[in-house]
């Protein structure tokens, strides 16, 4: 099944009771999810719609919660994100899994999403027949193109063929950068305006395509300017940004031991030598105690990511803003 199937099955009030999110479109697929949550009433959705993340979740846990009945409404949605962060094969998870997909339960929405490609189509062999595998594939070419014409439809404006095509070369061929750039230009041309490629030239932002790497390197540079533009100009999935911030923890360890005279870090850390030669710079920026409260607070980010609808990168900033306070 396709995204654009899913959500006409949906709007007719047509769903299934276990579905395989597959694919790495996490804007399409984070666009399904609401709308399989706004099945749920407003005023019980915090009781009948749970997200659990496979890498620290067990399966029991999972299940347990896709088996309790909805909370004075008609359906109960439970997500498992990531199925490929955990071993199936192991402590009889995948026991688990199969049992309940046998018999799922009929008041619950039971989502499963994965990026992986390979567990992709395992759970497409295994567990296809028990549940609706939608493929949510990033779009290209014409198919992007498409989607740029439908979104500026859906935002009141006009926008023609050469114009979505310069859009897409300057964004890239990433549909979240495309449709963020689209909504500047929304603002730019107001409603029932026509984008052409001089408003595109004009307003849209070339991406030089920055990576989590380069946030991490600013904040150890103590960079605070550097770090929040990187930080607002890289899109980052979630589960990417939880990578980020285990890159961020292992690079603060490593110039903690630096900053206090080390001339050698564990090898845990798998740091080489000419990558030490290159982090000694900016140990000197840090004391050992700055590094220390840094990860504390990092800590504590981590948990709010996990435990909160605040965006993380509102998370990030703030933490930056007190970690990398000017001297």
């Known amino acids: 099944m396709t995204p654009e199937q899913l959500r006409k099955e949906i709007g007719k009030g047509k769903v299934a009771p276990v579905y395989f999110f597959t694919g790495t479109e996490s804007r399409l697929k984070h666009e399904a999810l609401e709308a399989l949550f706004a099945l749920v009433p407003e005023g019980v959705r915090a009781f009948n719609v749970q ?29 498992m994100r990531d199925i490929e962060k955990t071993r199936l094969d192991q402590a ?3 026991e688990l899994l199969e049992e309940y997909l046998a018999a799922p339960s009929p008041d619950t929405i039971f989502v499963v999403t994965t990026e992986d490609e390979a567990k992709s189509k395992t759970l497409g062999k295994q567990y296809g027949a028990a549940g609706v595998v939608v493929a949510f594939n990033p779009l290209k070419g014409a198919a992007l ?20 095509a310069h859009l897409i070369d300057l964004a890239g061929e990433d549909q979240a950068q495309v449709f963020n750039e689209l909504a500047k230009l929304r603002l730019a041309v107001g409603v029932g305006g026509a984008i052409d490629s001089a408003v595109v030239a004009r307003y849209a932002s070339g ?20 770090s929040l533009r990187l930080i607002g100009e890289v899109a980052l999935k979630e589960e990417e940004f939880l990578g980020l911030l285990g890159m961020l923890g292992k690079r603060l360890r490593v110039l903690w031991y630096l900053c206090g005279g080390a001339r050698e870090v564990p090898n845990e850390f ?11 710079p900016d140990a000197k920026r840090f004391t050992r105690t700055e590094i220390e409260q840094g990860l504390r607070g990092l800590l504590l980010l981590d948990e709010r990511v996990k435990s909160t609808d605040v965006a993380p990168k509102v998370l990030l900033e703030h933490f930056l803003l007190g970690f990398l306070p000017a001297r």
């Open 51 to 79: 997200i659990f993340h496979a890498f620290e979740s067990e399966m029991v846990e999972v299940l347990t919660a896709a088996r309790t009945q909805p909370f004075f409404g008609k359906h109960r949605i439970v997500v």
């Open 92 to 94: 009889g998870r995948g």
């Open 145 to 164: 193109a498409t989607a740029v014409k439908a979104e500026v439809a859906s935002l009141g404006c006009t926008i023609d063929s050469s114009a979505a």
């Open 207 to 226: 991406y030089v395509h920055h990576g989590a790497f380069d946030i991490v390197d600013a904040i150890g540079r103590r960079d605070l300017h550097g």
């Open 270 to 280: 798998r740091v080489q030598p000419y990558q030490l030669e290159k982090l000694r």
